[in-house]
């Protein structure tokens, strides 16, 4: 036989108790409990739910289709998401069925039949001899540990007696409380999401639409469980089907009763920003024959038949406006306004508005805002304003055409700027730019403008182009000066009163020379002429404006000789131009006016940089805010939540757990007592355990042990 004993290699776990031990450790769902952090996290940065397009505009298409792919954009309802809550929740039911049965005998026992030789392994142990028998000894210790809050049992052995004591046995119930929460706010966040929508959706082959007719296919039921929804309703109007929005497409849902919108309101601090919204509405429940009138704010929602209401945001219902064509490309004919309606339907523009290349354009009515609460800085003081001329402009700097309406960031000054008018305009082959007109003329820089802006895309910001208002607060000025400026006659007038007023009589070469030069000039800003170019060289992209001047200058005058002729040419067309708004003042019946005046002046100098920023407005003709008739609507986030009161609680005993397990601690002390027969007396031999060391579980070790003796 041989000396080496062979030995059987232990038979390995089947496959199913390995992924169960996987399944139910503390490694795994701490793994993937940080996963749910990590997600969490970056669904708070990412603003989840918003157009395509915008996230296309912020990260470009080549990223916008990878988060896409991923789900980022609404990761709260993602497969992958909702199956890594759905294992946390598995990990830590396991996790808390493994050790419940562990942690409800440790919280019933004492354990006072520990080894009395097991207790010179403790750090916090002592011994000793009293001079008392046993049992006075035993009723002494008993007495003091009951005093104390200690709860005890004794174990009374042929040679002693040992007394196993507790305190903090709620720290154990702080684990399974911490570790139910968490299973219970997960479940909630299930219960609550898009999951059960998904499932109804999967079960009854239901089909998202993105718009137009909807079908009894992308209905869910009136007695779904849970949803979280959009309702739109008009004032004066009822609506009981809200819309749920999904990653593609949307589905409707039917409520249990009608909401009718009385009236919305907004109340407003002096900035003009809002500080309170409410809708006044009336709850039909026709099933039951109830009418119940309530008050819907922000932060105050109403609840009804296991549905709440919530006051997500306010848009327009359907107002009336009247628009009134101005034209910017010199059409001196007044055509009668034209009738519109937010949201109605597109409307044909008449022939007069067609482009000049043919063909049609429709006109869609967006949006009217009553207030419109801008960060505007501060304008400058009359003294900086007066100061400012057109002969400062430097042709150099003309990258910035059509800019934003407001001022640059510096201090902040929130206004409100008044009413504005969004609509589109869009061409037979169905592309479309958006335009926002301001009724109100608003103060920038110390002069008063009118603000038309432009926009290609949704995902980009206005652009505005500034038409300064005249001394009677209207665009009648600018628009005669714009009309002259086209006007071929009108120009050569323009010059021929310059040239009088700055040639020096008696000098017929220098007034042709100033003649030409003016005329020059005022032709390439009219657009009339193009800037000649160099050879091979392509065609002036802009006609007009100053960058016809500086093209004009970078093609034809050499560099030596730029500087100096920048500075002549800008200043020549400013006093032509003086003069042309002259010509065109008196050709409306108005009287001349003078550049001593600084409103005049301010006025120039507005009106320079806005006729050549005119030449990039997309349309010759825009439409002004002439009257409106408001109609509100407001928007309710309806839903109903079974998983609400689930996390609520789960919340509770997060609170109660963590409380639990980090400021009750439990401790253990046993004390074994042994008649001595050799010195007459009583034997002790003592020991303390706590879940945690510290200072405080030495000082207390030396209290009772203090008070054990003096027992």
Not at 278 to 302: L, M, Q, R, Y
Not at 516 to 541: I, S, Y
Request: charged content about 20%; some cysteine; overall charge neutral.
């Amino acid at each position: 036989m041989s000396a080496v004993e062979t030995i059987s290699p232990r038979p390995s776990q089947p496959w199913r108790a390995e992924v169960m031990e996987l399944l139910s450790s503390m490694r795994f769902a701490i793994a993937l409990l940080t996963v749910i952090c990590i997600v969490s996290a970056i669904g708070t940065v990412l603003k989840q739910g918003e157009p395509l397009v915008n996230y296309v505009d912020q990260f470009g298409p080549f990223w916008a289709d990878v988060f896409g792919a991923l789900g980022l954009f609404r990761v709260y309802s993602t497969p992958w998401f909702l199956i890594i809550l759905a294992f946390l929740v598995l990990s830590t039911s396991l996790c808390i069925a493994r050790n419940l049965p562990k942690i409800l005998v440790d919280v019933r026992t004492f354990k006072e039949h520990i080894r009395e030789q097991s207790l010179q392994a403790f750090h916090h142990r002592a011994e000793g001899v009293v001079a008392k028998p046993l049992d006075q000894a035993q009723a002494s210790i008993e007495q003091q540990l009951s005093s104390r809050g200690w709860k005890f049992k004794t174990d009374v052995r042929a040679h002693g007696v040992m007394i196993g004591a507790r305190q903090g046995a709620a720290n154990k119930i702080g684990y399974l409380a911490a570790h139910g929460a968490i299973v219970l706010i997960c479940l909630g966040g299930l219960f609550d999401g898009d999951l059960i929508v998904k499932v109804q959706a999967w079960m009854h082959d239901l089909q998202p639409f993105r718009g137009g007719t909807v079908t009894d296919n992308s209905r869910l039921s009136v007695s779904n469980p849970a949803y979280r929804a959009q309702l739109f309703v008009p004032e004066g109007q009822r609506s009981a089907s809200a819309v749920l929005n999904l990653d593609k497409g949307m589905l409707l849902q039917p409520l249990p009763f009608e909401v009718e919108l009385k009236k919305f309101s907004v109340d407003y601090y002096e900035t003009g920003m809002p500080k309170r919204f409410a809708s006044d509405i009336v709850i039909h429940d026709d099933a039951k024959g109830i009418s119940k009138p309530f008050t819907v704010e922000v932060n105050h929602p109403v609840t009804y038949d296991g549905v709440t209401i919530f006051q997500s945001s306010f848009e327009d219902g359907g107002s009336l406006v009247q628009l009134k064509p101005v034209f910017l490309n010199g059409r001196s004919d007044q055509l009668p306004s034209l009738p519109g309606q937010v949201g109605g339907a597109p409307m044909s523009l008449p022939a007069a508005l067609a482009p000049q290349g043919g063909g049609t354009l429709t006109m869609e009515v967006t949006g009217l805002r009553l207030i419109n609460v801008e960060n505007m800085a501060e304008a400058q003081d009359g003294a900086a304003a007066g100061a400012t001329d057109v002969r400062g402009v430097n042709l150099s700097e003309l990258s910035k055409h059509l800019g934003s309406a407001a001022k640059a960031p510096g201090d902040k000054k929130l206004t409100n700027i008044g009413p504005s008018v969004t609509y589109k305009l869009r061409d037979q082959a169905g592309q479309a730019r958006e335009f926002q007109n301001f009724m109100a003329p608003v103060m920038l820089n110390g002069q008063m403008v009118f603000l038309l802006g432009v926009r290609d895309t949704p995902a980009e910001g206005f652009r505005y182009l500034r038409i300064p208002a005249d001394a009677s607060g209207s665009m009648a000025g600018w628009l005669h000066l714009r009309q002259a400026l086209l006007d071929e006659s009108a120009r050569r007038e323009a010059v021929a009163r310059f040239v009088k007023l700055s040639a020096p009589a008696g000098r017929a070469d220098v007034a042709a020379q100033v003649t030409l030069t003016a005329q020059r000039a005022l032709d390439l800003f009219a657009g009339a002429v193009k800037a000649p170019h160099a050879a091979g060289a392509p065609d002036a992209a802009v006609a007009g404006g100053l960058q016809a001047l500086s093209d004009f200058i970078e093609n034809v005058i050499p560099p030596a000789e730029r500087e100096h002729t920048s500075a002549t040419l800008v200043r020549i067309l400013n006093g032509v131009l003086f003069e042309l708004y002259n010509v065109s003042r008196e050709r409306a019946g108005l009287q001349a006016v003078s550049l001593d005046d600084e409103a005049t002046r301010n006025f120039m100098t507005a009106a320079v940089l806005t006729l050549s920023d005119a030449v990039f407005y997309p349309v010759p003709v825009v439409f002004t805010l002439e009257s409106f008739q408001q109609r509100q609507a407001s928007v309710f986030q309806v839903t109903r939540t079974p998983g609400r009161n689930v996390v609520y609680l789960g919340c509770l005993l997060l609170v109660i757990g963590v409380f639990a397990m980090l400021y009750i601690r439990e401790r253990r002390v046993w004390v074994w007592l042994q008649s001595d027969d050799n010195q007459g007396g009583t034997s002790w031999r003592m020991a303390l355990s706590s879940t945690r060391q510290s200072l405080d579980t030495d000082d207390q070790f030396e209290q009772l042990r203090a008070a054990l003796l003096a027992a």
